[in-house]
């Protein structure tokens, strides 16, 4: 049994940690999150959370199915940490108490749409890096901690079109090259992991560092391309549209199997060092449509469209390390993926949100 915190529990990635965590059974659930983008309680699906109550600024919620709770603070990471350190007046709350595990997802992200054109967004996500690193170091001490970084610290460089390759952790040293990271957003992941590796290095802390590359799951919000080009072939578009020429390649990993890599690193990791969580399988978006399409069983043609935010040509993984060290691989195979997220969109369909395009 473990106390563990997940700091933006609410959103995609931490929905799915509360529902993996849940399963194992017998752990103390908590998350902070102030819902700036997350799911409010009574909107999670999978596990749907019945309320049991609040006390002391801590709302209690059953995991329904799973016979365990969780506890939800409602706040601003950053109000947190500061009146737990004594930097602020204290905000009413008690005490928290010490953790074994805190998953530290809490940012702002967006999809490629807030990268590219609302770029000083990330500045939240440097603000809550800083007041968690330095929260976890001098005041919450826990046992061992998951920074979320992504794949968009890698330096762009290495993900030009023809000229790329499978990423690996290694083309990102501290202590001889970082290159140049995917914009702001890159930056605030790789500044935040060096956080943790000072945390590390400098303050005994346990921590385990995630790339993850683009993760996906049926229930993400339509901002990203993977359910958002799943709701536009549920809705049998002719063309389907995928943004830019759709010659650009991701690594679509499932959220499930994200999950798993977050724990396994979390638990197996102690001197911040990062792992990818991808498939390393690159696949192009006229070719993840086109999938789709072929799925859902009808006939189309899929083209690109001019004037929408891309993103590198060519990204990612080499998954070897967290194979080889870790022994995570992926267990969902992109058709079985496309299948619930096609599923799912038609059930979008039926409450009235249509596709984009
Ligand atoms: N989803 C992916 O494929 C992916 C890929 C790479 C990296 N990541 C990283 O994983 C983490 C989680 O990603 P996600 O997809 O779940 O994002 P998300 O936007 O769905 O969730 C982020 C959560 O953080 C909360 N939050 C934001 N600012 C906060 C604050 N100041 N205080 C408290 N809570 C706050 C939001 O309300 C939201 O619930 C992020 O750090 C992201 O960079 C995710």
């Known amino acids: 049994m473990a106390r563990i915190l997940i700091t933006g529990g609410c959103g995609f990635v931490g ?24 799911k409010p309680p009574a909107q999670w699906e999978v596990p749907r959370l019945r309320p049991l109550g609040e006390e002391g600024g801590v709302q209690r919620h059953e995991l329904v199915g799973l016979d365990q709770q969780v506890r939800l603070i409602r706040a601003d990471f950053v109000a947190v940490a500061q009146a737990e350190l004594g930097m602020t007046p204290s905000l009413g709350l008690a005490p928290l108490p010490r953790f074994d595990e805190i998953y530290h997802l809490a940012s702002v992200v967006g ?23 330095l929260w976890a170091a001098k005041k919450a001490r826990p046992e061992r ?17 023809g000229e790329s390759r499978a990423l690996r952790e290694d083309d990102i040293s ?9 914009y ?9 992991e060096y956080l943790g590796r000072i945390a590390h290095e400098k303050y005994g802390l346990s921590v385990g560092v995630v790339r993850p590359f683009s993760g996906y799951g049926e229930d993400q919000d339509v901002v990203y391309p993977f359910p958002a080009i799943a709701l536009r072939v549920a809705a049998r578009r002719d063309p389907v549209r995928v943004w830019g020429s759709g010659e ?10 994200a999950c798993d890599a977050c724990v396994l690193v979390c638990r197996g990791v102690r001197d911040a060092r990062a792992f990818n969580i991808g498939t390393g399988t690159p696949t192009r978006f006229l070719d993840l449509a086109g999938r789709m399409v072929a799925i859902e069983g009808y006939d189309a043609s899929v083209i690109g469209t001019a004037g929408k935010p891309v993103g590198v ?30 599923d799912y969109a038609r059930g979008r369909l039926e409450r009235g949100i249509e596709p984009d395009m």
């Open 15 to 38: 929905r799915h940690l509360v529902a993996r965590l849940a399963r194992e059974g017998g752990h103390e659930l908590w998350i902070i999150d102030d819902l700036s983008t997350g």
């Open 111 to 133: 999809g490629r749409n807030v990268i590219d054109n609302d770029p000083l967004a990330v500045g939240i996500d440097l603000a809550v890096d800083s007041s968690f690193f």
């Open 145 to 161: 901690i998951l920074y979320a970084s992504s794949s968009a610290a890698y330096p762009i460089d290495l993900q030009e079109a």
């Open 174 to 182: 501290f202590d001889k090259r970082l290159g140049l990271p995917d």
């Open 184 to 192: 702001t957003y890159g930056w605030s992941k790789l500044t935040g």
């Open 248 to 257: 650009q390649t991701r690594d679509f990993v499932h959220i499930d199997d």
């Open 313 to 342: 040509a060519e990204r990612y993984s080499d998954s070897s390390r967290i194979r080889d060290e870790l022994g995570w691989r992926p267990t969902i195979a992109l058709d079985d993926g496309i299948g619930r997220a096609l």
